[in-house]
């Protein structure tokens, strides 16, 4: 089988129709700013619903841990929401954490048989994660994981900025 296609796009993730996108969110899975805020603001209140019965159910999400809800009104069927590490220098942990956020949103795609699956630079706003090492965990994690996952065919790296999209592209050459 051809190995799934890593691709690289500028814009807003909200725009794009992949099977799954991921959602950089924090613990308390109640919404915020960024892409957080833009996700909710454009689903509209049922994502917020499902998270509500998933913090009712489990408590908050852990850094690291994926969830699943639907996608509202956007273009994607699912909303997979992950908690990315805060930016404390580095000697914290946050590459680890920042790989298990990756890794546990691609099985989590697996697994609801999701074929495309679009991920935002997860840490690199606010919680200050520098893009380019971010982009490296991201693009590595993917990679290595990926051949593990079958029904997974594209991962789409979705760059807000061109400093993104640059960073992105010399990892990914032709993508
Ligand atoms: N589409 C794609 N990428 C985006 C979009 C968008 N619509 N909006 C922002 N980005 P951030 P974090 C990029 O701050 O650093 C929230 O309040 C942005 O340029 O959204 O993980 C949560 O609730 C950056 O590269 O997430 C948490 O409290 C990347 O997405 C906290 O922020 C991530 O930036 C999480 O911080």
């Known amino acids: 089988m051809e190995p ?7 814009g807003d993730i909200t725009k ?8 950089a969110a924090n613990s308390s899975l109640m919404g915020g700013g960024g892409v957080d805020g833009a996700i ?21 999400l852990a850094t690291g841990e994926a969830v699943i809800t639907t996608a509202g009104k956007l273009p994607a069927k699912y909303v997979i929401h992950t908690v990315g590490p805060v930016w404390r220098g580095g000697n914290d942990g946050e590459p680890g954490l920042l ?8 099985d989590l795609a697996n697994k609801y ?5 679009a991920f ?38 979705v760059c807000f900025d061109e400093e993104s999209e640059r960073i992105y592209r010399e990892l990914i050459p032709g993508r």
Request: some cysteine.
């Open 4 to 10: 799934a296609k890593l691709t690289v796009v500028k």
């Open 16 to 23: 794009i129709a992949a099977d799954a996108i991921v959602n």
């Open 40 to 60: 909710h603001r454009k689903g509209g209140p049922k994502i917020l619903d499902e998270c509500r019965d998933i913090v009712a159910r489990q408590g908050g």
């Open 99 to 106: 790989r298990n956020c990756y890794l546990n949103s691609l």
């Open 113 to 117: 048989q999701v074929v495309s699956v």
């Open 120 to 157: 935002p630079g997860i840490s690199t706003g606010i919680y200050g994660y520098p893009k380019a090492d971010a982009a490296k965990v991201a693009v590595e994690t993917v990679t290595e994981h990926l051949h593990k996952l079958t029904g997974i065919r594209e991962v789409l790296f």
